[in-house]
């Protein structure tokens, strides 16, 4: 309560105020007292202009702002219309009264409606930023929904290609082996098998990778806390980041309410460590850096998320790379499959999260964030 009469007290005698409202009034007031009284003619436009700051406060601070100036200006010029203490006003007495009464409500009425004015803008700059949001909102379910059915289609047919590569794979390690079998173990040729078998299962790996990208395991979602499973993901990316001369941070959750959603932690831990990890695969070039996690809380429209962030000192993402980033088989590293950030991506899907990234200003890093429902 101390603080708004403050901040009303202040707004009253601000800069615009004095300029605008009270310097005109004592200046009327001068004028209207140094006049003579049988220059009657000079009175009556005196006594009007007082009308002019009235409204300029009444513009400026609504009600509140025109009712100090009028009540101020009928205060002053209260004794210049019905006493002679200096000089009288010689106007009629019920013109004078009504006068003053008038000053009050224009006062109120300008002010209201200043004030009405007012209030429907703050409505419809609320309903703008509703709008915005609620446009943000659907953009990004949008570019789910592209992103999940590009991903959808993509998995049925990786998972085609892979079920049918795995099967002659089997085959032919079935029949490598037998052929080592009889092969003695010093002959050259035993050596060209084993690299043989080596490769079938390499192969075999991939293949396998292609189909957890088509058929990821179905999340076991479960309530728990997130600032557990990024004190996992932190501990286990320590040993390789010391390697690479990385270093790694942990802001802690600040928020009044605990940071528990519904996920699965194995999955979760996934996505959060693949992140890290490619964090530091890429600092590791240059030398170093610092790979920073944070959780913390915020609002999208009238939703509570639980965000984490993860934040690495290394190269900016060039801006025609940052919107493929998460596309399958897009990648940037020799020898990567692509696959990785896809996955990863699929998950924060499952969860209803929103996984996104984006450069830090000024080169200073890339930043991945995971949005999840609270």
């Keep these: 309560m101390i603080k708004g009469v403050l901040r009303d007290v202040r707004f009253l005698f601000s800069a615009r105020m004095v300029l605008t409202a009270w310097?005109?009034?004592?200046?009327?007031?001068?004028?209207?007292?140094?006049?003579?009284?049988?220059?009657?003619?000079?009175?009556?436009?005196?006594?009007?202009?007082?009308?002019?700051?009235?409204?300029?406060?009444?513009?400026?601070?609504?009600?509140?702002?025109?009712?100090?100036?009028?009540?101020?200006?009928?205060?002053i010029y209260f004794p210049h219309a019905f006493t002679s203490l200096v000089s009288r006003d010689p106007g009629d007495a019920l013109e004078k009264g009504l006068e003053i009464l008038l000053y009050n409500i224009v006062a109120v009425v300008a002010g209201l409606l200043v004030d009405r004015e007012r209030r429907e803008r703050e409505k419809q700059e609320q309903l703008a930023r509703k709008l915005s949001d609620a446009l943000e909102e659907q953009q990004r379910i949008e570019s789910q929904l592209i992103r999940a059915g590009r991903l959808g289609a993509l998995g049925e047919m990786t998972a085609g290609i892979a079920h049918e590569i795995k099967n002659p794979l089997h085959a032919m390690k079935g029949t490598a082996e037998i052929l080592r079998d009889v092969v003695p173990a010093d002959a050259p040729e035993r050596r060209m098998l084993d690299l043989h078998i080596e490769e079938i299962d390499r192969l075999a790996q991939t293949a396998e990778r292609f189909l957890t990208f088509a058929r990821p395991t179905p999340a076991d979602r479960r309530p728990l806390d997130l600032r557990e499973v990024v004190g996992r993901v932190v501990s286990l990316v320590e040993t390789q980041a010391r390697k690479e001369g990385v270093s790694v941070a942990s802001s802690p959750y600040v928020g009044e309410k605990p940071p528990v959603v519904a996920g699965d932690t194995d999955q979760l831990t996934q996505l959060l460590l693949n992140i890290a990890i490619n964090g530091i695969q890429a600092m590791a070039p240059r030398g170093g850096g610092t790979l920073t996690f944070s959780l913390v809380r915020e609002s999208l429209g009238e939703k509570g998320i639980f965000v984490v962030r993860v934040a690495n000192s290394g190269p900016s993402i060039p801006a025609d790379q940052l919107e493929r980033i998460f596309d399958p088989f897009f990648t940037t590293k020799d020898g990567g499959t692509g696959l990785g950030l896809s996955i990863v991506s699929r998950i924060a899907d499952q969860h209803d999260g929103v996984l996104s990234v984006r450069n830090l200003p000024n080169g200073k890093g890339v930043e991945f964030s995971l949005a999840l429902p609270s």
């Design 23 to 75: 310097l005109p009034c004592l200046f009327i007031t001068v004028l209207h007292y140094r006049t003579p009284s049988h220059h009657g003619w000079v009175h009556d436009v005196a006594r009007r202009l007082y009308y002019l700051p009235i409204l300029f406060a009444a513009f400026s601070g609504g009600v509140r702002g025109g009712i100090s100036v009028s009540v101020f200006a009928s205060l």
